[in-house]
């Protein structure tokens, strides 16, 4: 269960880091400018999180499985139109759909571990599906660089159809983890009312708020970082996936961290660590960044590190906050920071005279929001 919770999760790095080395050639190929070759990213998360928002609650009422099964199905549909697109229009529309089948597959599976674990072994399962989920963003660029070696950029399309298709073969081994009893038993209209009721619950949505503002540079980093490095440091396609995916492999420090942080560490704790070191990271990105590209990588990797313990940390605290309706509660968490995560990938995407200083800034600026958010809910929880 947990190896197929995970191979679900990898849909949104793969969706996006498997073609990210290709992003300049596409350019070329499409006589596109940066900014709308870009937008094939800015799609893909928009619509991925208004289907999070949409098949959470009905994933409640229908159950996992179903969802699972559309989900997946046109995810695969949409990577193969994107194989084929001969223009940049078609693969944005194909993007869109992929956004729309990702998004059913997470909600139901990020359901599927409030269904089927409690307490300590739940906060142990989004753990180890964080670490393991890291495979695909640090192997992604990799296969991705490969790829472009004897192939074009729909190289990685196809390899993305193949995998939804695999996936699609393994949902039908799989067993309902909502059992009938425990489903919404009102209509569709009000079962995606269910949000509303996640909404007003003000502790729960403030912290949510502040998680997903203060990781959103990371989408930034994402839209910039292919340009950062082929077009500033001037390197291969090859060259850039080794340094994307050792930032990404340093993500797997992440989960490890958070268990150990969280023998003796309150949560009150670590919330301000996940404020501290990103902060450190966007000063560190605007006085060294400029150096070289080990320097460039070594400065973003405390952001990287600790929002992969603030991603068990955020999911940990808020999902022990509902009791029922799982599947709306794990898509308005999912939608939340993918909505503000396409907002970062917007910011990186700005005409920006120098990128790197421009990612240092956005960084700054999302953790100053995120620290006022805070304060706000620390004193509110302290009166």
């Known amino acids: 269960m947990t190896a197929f919770i995970t191979f679900m999760n990898m849909y949104p790095p793969l969706s996006t880091d498997l073609y990210l080395p290709a992003l300049p050639e596409m350019g070329a190929f499409f006589s596109a400018s940066p900014a709308l070759v870009s937008m094939t990213l800015t799609v893909f998360f928009f619509f991925f999180a208004v289907s999070i928002i949409f098949f959470g609650p ?18 695969t549909i949409a990577s193969l139109a994107c194989a084929l697109s001969t223009d940049i229009y078609i693969l944005l529309v194909g993007r869109i759909f992929q956004g729309v089948g990702s998004g059913a597959v997470l909600t139901a599976s990020t359901a599927i571990i409030k269904d089927c674990f409690r307490g300590s072994i739940m906060s142990k399962i989004l753990a180890v599906t964080q670490a393991l989920g890291v495979i695909a963003p640090m192997a992604a660029p990799l296969l991705g660089g490969f790829l472009l070696t004897f192939t074009s950029w729909r190289g990685s399309f196809v390899v993305l159809t193949a995998l939804g298709a695999i996936n699609l073969l393994l949902c039908f081994f799989f067993t309902e983890t909502l059992d009938e009893r425990r489903r919404y038993k009102g209509s569709v209209f009000h079962s995606i009312g269910l949000l509303a009721d996640v909404g007003r619950q003000k502790f729960f949505m403030l912290l ?7 990781h959103a540079p990371y989408m930034s980093y994402l839209s910039m970082s292919s340009f950062v490095y082929i077009e500033h440091f001037l390197m291969t396609p090859q060259q850039y996936s080794y340094f994307f995916a050792c930032n990404s492999a340093a993500s797997i420090a992440g989960p490890v961290l958070y ?15 996940c404020l501290i070191v990103p902060a450190i990271s966007g000063a560190l990105i605007l006085a060294t960044g400029h150096w070289s590209a080990i320097n460039f990588l070594l400065a973003f990797l405390p952001f990287t590190v600790i ?18 309706n799982a599947g709306t509660a794990s898509s308005m968490i999912n939608f939340v920071n993918i909505l503000f995560g396409s907002i970062g990938m917007m910011a990186g995407g700005l005409p920006w005279s120098d990128m790197i200083d421009g990612l240092g800034i956005i960084i700054l600026i999302a953790v100053s929001i995120a620290a006022v958010l805070w304060n706000v809910i620390d004193r509110q929880k302290n009166s």
């Open 58 to 75: 009905l994933s409640d009422k229908f159950g996992r499985k179903p969802i699972i099964i559309f989900g997946t199905s046109i995810y």
């Open 208 to 214: 949510l708020l502040m998680f997903a503002i203060a």
């Open 259 to 273: 268990l150990r942080l969280k023998k003796f560490a309150s949560e009150r704790a670590m919330i301000r660590m």
């Open 307 to 324: 929002g992969a313990v603030a991603r068990p940390l955020c999911m940990n605290i808020l999902l022990n906050t509902v009791k029922e």
